[in-house]
């Protein structure tokens, strides 16, 4: 196939949108691209903070242990493991992500940090 602009000093040769390379030099593989493709898809999904709305309640089990619960942030809107990360550095605690149930579980009473660090990120809680 011609290109356009082929011998023009517009003739840029196609470059691999992963690694930048010239196709021709290119080594990634159809997996690495596929992958990057799927993780493009992912951060397409994603909606900024400021449109979501987070839920930040507290939650009793068994015994007396207390788990602050983050709800109302899906998992295709957010990059859940992210937030969570964050939220355990500002929280000083353990947690998960139930992606499943687009929720984040904190280990504790967390309530007033966990508002604060969300609303620092951007979200409405
Ligand atoms: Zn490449």
């Known amino acids: 196939m011609t290109r356009l602009f082929a011998g023009t000093p517009f003739d840029i040769p196609p470059e691999c949108e992963l690694c930048g390379q010239v196709e021709s030099e290119c080594q990634c593989t159809a997996a690495d691209k596929a992958a990057a493709e799927q993780q493009r898809d992912r951060e397409a999904a994603r909606l900024p903070p ?45 947690g998960t992500v139930k992606a499943k149930e687009d929720l984040i579980e904190l280990q504790g009473d967390h309530l007033d940090t966990a508002k604060s660090t969300l609303k620092t990120i951007g979200y409405r809680v």
């Open 50 to 94: 400021e449109k979501q709305r987070a839920r930040v309640r507290l939650e009793q089990r068994k015994g007396k242990r207390r788990v602050t619960v983050v709800e109302g942030l899906s998992a295709e809107a957010n990059d859940l493991p992210d937030l969570l990360s964050r939220l355990q550095a500002a929280c000083g605690t353990g």
